[in-house]
């Protein structure tokens, strides 16, 4: 009867069989399926070798060496078997199925596996397990005192993942660390900083720190604070009520309109009032930039409402003519924005005094881009003069819907009906670019309209000759003009209170 060798077996038939139709699905499923192809296929050549070695030269060396080798090469296409197996459970049916699992898992049931087989064998081989590990027991203590570093960062990325504590993509704070979870491997937890840095964390100090999941794909956004202070002297519900509509009406990449920022206050100190703003962060990769432009929509949020930030209380002088040095300044700013208004053809017709006059109680308002510089139907009775930037009109009709009417550029005017008629603002007007303008108040120019009572008639002139596509749309809207040019003239005095001129 012929000799029966192993790989004969029908067993062993099958398991080649399965592993040849596992590889093909995992070359087709997979990215990198078929470089693993080419991989397996050397390894098998190579066994394919030592078994023919093995099967064609038994006389080559001892018999015992030929039972070695055969052995050996045993083992070799079962850890080849084994991996093939794990590839096509963990990375191909698993995903399929839809369960997820960490990648250290897939490595550890490999290596349990390859240890299982290769111990089975050893026994196959004859070999007493039991004598082995009896009389091996020191040695395995001193091994297990050595690595356990090793084996704790191990244990504890298997728990972390096991539990759910983290997954790929989470954004994570480990000490001073901070970043995505971009890797978790046998020995440490890679993550991704908002820098571009890679921090490389061991598995056991995470399971021993104090860990702060930022955002993941459950909570993805993340709240964030942004300080600031301004003087004791200014009602903290003003700068709170000031900062949220501002913050409320603008479009702040990577800040999220819902939940809306707010600004509260969170201490006294040292004679100033200091608030946080905190607002939901959209993307925490830009955590820095979502912070800068945060700070620049309360900056000029401050500014617009005539509010400063704090300042030491020490306050200095060395320069005894600071106050003679001031007024030149002031004196200075007031005949540039006199120039200003002097180009404005609403203004053209005031008198070098009277330019100077509304020049005087002009305030600097700065917008950042995005923000609303007026609305429409609210009731404000200031102009702006755009002195730099440009911004665009929206008018909104009885069904909500928004219409883009024009773009403002740097001189326009806008908001004068409010200012000399009182009437609510006709349209949107919000920030193209960041810009800054001179608001110039129904106080400041009262003075002037009371003066010369006949500028009344010239300014309602200038405003009806002025072209605007806005009147059209809102025409179109209503069926009616935007406003009454008969009776602009008489609204103005009658909101100024000026006598009538015969």
Same mark, same amino acid.
């Given at each position: 009867m012929p000799e029966q060798h192993w790989y004969t077996s029908p067993i062993i038939l099958t398991a080649i069989v399965l592993a040849c139709a596992l590889q093909l699905l995992i070359a087709r499923r997979l990215a990198d399926g078929p470089r693993m192809l080419r991989t397996h296929a050397g390894f098998a050549a190579i066994g394919i070798a030592l078994t023919a070695l093995g099967h064609w030269l038994p006389t080559i060396g001892p018999a015992d060496g030929m039972e070695v080798l055969a052995e050996l090469v045993k083992v070799g296409w079962g850890v080849l078997f084994i991996r093939i197996v794990c590839i096509a459970l963990f990375r191909v049916g698993m995903p399929a199925l839809g369960i997820g699992q960490p990648r250290i898992l897939h490595e550890i049931v490999f290596v349990l596996a390859c240890i299982g087989w290769c111990l089975v064998r050893l026994r196959s081989a004859g070999l007493e397990l039991g004598g082995i590990v009896t009389t091996s027991?020191?040695?395995?203590?001193? #091994?297990?005192?050595?690595? *356990?570093?090793? +084996?704790g960062n191990i244990l504890g990325g298997l728990a972390l993942q096991l539990d759910n504590s983290i997954h790929l993509g989470d954004w994570i704070v480990v000490d001073n660390a901070r970043g995505k979870v971009v890797e978790v491997r046998w020995r440490h937890t890679a993550l991704l900083t908002p820098a571009g840095e890679v921090v490389v964390l061991p598995n056991s100090l995470l399971m021993k720190a104090k860990m702060t999941i930022v955002s993941n794909a459950e909570y993805p956004l993340a709240r964030r604070s942004v300080g600031f202070a301004t003087p004791n002297h200014i009602a903290p519900q003003e700068v709170v009520a000031a900062i949220e509509k501002a913050l409320g009406d603008a479009a702040m990449k990577y800040v999220a309109r819902t939940p809306a920022p707010d600004c509260v206050v969170t201490d006294y100190e040292n004679g100033s009032i200091q608030f946080a703003v905190r607002y939901w962060l959209l993307d925490q990769l830009h955590d820095a930039r979502a912070d800068s432009i945060v700070r620049q929509h309360i900056y000029t949020a401050l500014r617009r409402n005539d509010f400063t930030l704090a300042r030491p209380l020490l306050d200095v002088r060395l320069d005894a003519d600071a106050e003679a040095h001031d007024s030149q300044l002031r004196e200075q700013e007031i005949e540039r924005r006199a120039h200003v208004l002097a180009g404005v053809p609403l203004f053209a017709r005031l008198q070098e005094d009277e330019l100077r006059r509304v020049a005087a109680g002009v305030r600097v308002t700065p917008f950042v881009k995005n923000d609303v510089m007026t609305r429409q139907g609210a009731v404000a009775h200031w102009l702006y003069v755009l002195v730099s930037g440009e911004a665009d009109i929206w008018y909104e009709d009885k069904s909500g819907e928004r219409h883009f009417v024009s773009t403002l550029e740097q001189g326009a005017v806008f908001g004068e009906m409010g200012m000399i008629t009182g009437a609510p603002r006709a349209a949107t007007v919000a920030a193209r670019t960041h810009a800054t303008c001179y608001r110039i108040d129904k106080e400041s120019f $009262?003075? #002037?309209? &009371?003066? &010369?009572? $006949?500028?009344?008639? $010239?300014?309602? @002139? #200038?405003?009806? *000759? &002025?072209?605007?596509? +806005?009147?059209?749309?809102?025409?179109? /809207? !209503?069926?009616?003009? !935007? !406003? @009454? @040019? /008969?009776?602009?003239l008489e609204k103005i005095r009658r909101f100024f209170r000026l006598p009538a001129i015969d």
């Open positions: 027991a020191a040695i395995t203590a001193i #091994v297990a005192f050595s690595m *356990q570093e090793t +084996l $009262e003075g #002037v309209l &009371r003066a &010369r009572p $006949e500028l009344a008639g $010239e300014l309602a @002139d #200038v405003i009806c *000759q &002025r072209s605007s596509v +806005l009147d059209s749309v809102i025409a179109a /809207d !209503h069926g009616t003009p !935007h !406003h @009454d @040019d /008969d009776n602009l």
